[in-house]
């Protein structure tokens, strides 16, 4: 396969990459989760530390704690993964604060990838929100140093999304801030 056509496929895939809310019913078998966590844990992180931790939720009662907890993810989806960091693997100082970064690639990754098995799945934020980290660590049993950055739902999608991009020329600033022209 030529560069040309995998970068084409590459940008065509993520395009295609939208937050679904509604679900069928059926479960995620546990060959594609594992796929989801293998995309996920071949996220980047600050010196490859991989701080990260999933809780992954399939049972009912605990998926409807989630649907209680967080009022801006009721969906029902019959699994939900729980991206967490591990503070005991988080860097040190003043570093420490790139498990979000960290946590968060690892999370745009797993969104690729159920996309690309054709899976729906939306981003629910928790932290910085104390009250919905604290919701979320109690029903996935967090231990104190394991802090909850979001929640993924996902499932058979039941609604359909076009591909789009969000691209904005304004939002591209060359060479300083504020210069939208590119220089020769
Ligand atoms: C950090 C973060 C938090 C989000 N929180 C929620 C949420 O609580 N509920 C929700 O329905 N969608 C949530 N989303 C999904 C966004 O609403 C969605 O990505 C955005 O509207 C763009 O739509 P798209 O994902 O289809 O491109 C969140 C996304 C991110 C990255």
């Known amino acids: 396969m030529k560069g040309k056509d995998t970068l084409a496929e590459i940008l065509e895939h993520i395009l295609a990459r939208r937050s679904i809310r509604k679900f069928k019913p059926d479960p995620v078998p546990k060959e594609l989760i594992t796929q989801l966590l293998k995309a996920a844990m071949a996220a980047p992180s600050a010196t490859n530390r991989q701080p990260w931790e999933f809780v992954v939720i399939t049972e009912p009662k605990r998926l409807a704690a989630l649907r209680q907890r967080l009022p801006f993810g009721r969906y029902t989806a019959p699994l939900a993964v729980v991206v967490c960091g591990n503070m005991r693997r988080a860097l040190p100082g003043p570093g420490r604060g790139f498990w979000i970064q960290d946590c968060s690639a690892a999370a745009e990754n797993l969104l690729l990838a159920a996309s690309g098995l054709h899976l729906g799945a939306v981003w629910v934020g928790v932290h910085p929100i104390g009250l919905f ?28 999304k076009a591909p789009r991009t969000q691209y904005d020329e ?6 300083r801030f504020g210069e939208h022209t590119p220089s020769e």
Request: proline content about 9%; aromatic content about 8%.
């Open 133 to 160: 980290a604290r919701a979320v660590a109690k029903v996935a049993e967090l231990p104190k140093h394991v802090k909850p950055l979001g929640v993924l739902y996902i499932g058979y999608p039941a609604e359909e």
């Open 170 to 175: 304004g939002k591209i600033h060359w060479q």
